[in-house]
């Protein structure tokens, strides 16, 4: 019997693998009122023979680790979807989207209120990254955004 087979959908998310270091800044916001610029290392490993994409994340402010995560990319035949953990010890989130061109755009229902983000996957050893925050799915802050290049 022949194994199944990633579909073309789920090998587009082969464009996050790999090893990632990059700059971050974070806008001012309630829980860090003056914003800051973090360094961060994201290690994407394709999992499953290539049917999910398996993240690692690590933000350090000052060389210490300010904030972590764990996230598993994958597509349920409809939509792609991103399981989401982290330091905050929040039970996950789930993001929900698709492709808009080369950006890989999700979104969420979290704890602390609608999110979304943006993987902008256009250059080959180099991707930026948008986090946006909002209370009512009308008015969006950019939260977030990085810049990562291949380590």
């Known amino acids: ?5 990633p579909s073309d959908a ?3 998310l082969a464009g996050l693998v790999g090893h990632w270091t ?18 961060a290392d994201v290690r994407n490993r394709s ?5 999910i994409v398996v993240q690692d994340y690590v ?3 000052e060389g210490e680790v300010h904030f972590g995560g764990h996230g598993v990319f994958s597509h349920d035949g409809n939509q792609y979807v991103l399981h989401w953990w982290d330091l905050m010890g929040m039970p996950p989130d789930t993001f929900t989207g698709d492709f808009d061109g080369d950006v890989l755009k999700l979104q969420a229902e979290t704890a602390m209120g609608l999110a979304r983000c943006s993987f902008d996957l256009s250059r ?7 986090m946006e925050v909002s209370e009512d799915g009308q008015d969006w802050f950019a939260f977030m955004q990085g810049e990562y290049a291949r380590a």
């Open 22 to 39: 990059g700059t971050e800044t974070v806008a001012p916001n309630p829980g860090d009122p003056e914003g800051a610029t973090a360094q």
């Open 59 to 61: 933000q350090k402010r």
């Open 10 to 12: 789920q090998r587009r």
């Open 124 to 130: 080959r050893d180099a991707y930026g990254f948008t």
């Open 1 to 5: 019997m022949d194994m199944p087979q």
């Open 47 to 51: 999992a499953l023979g290539g049917f």
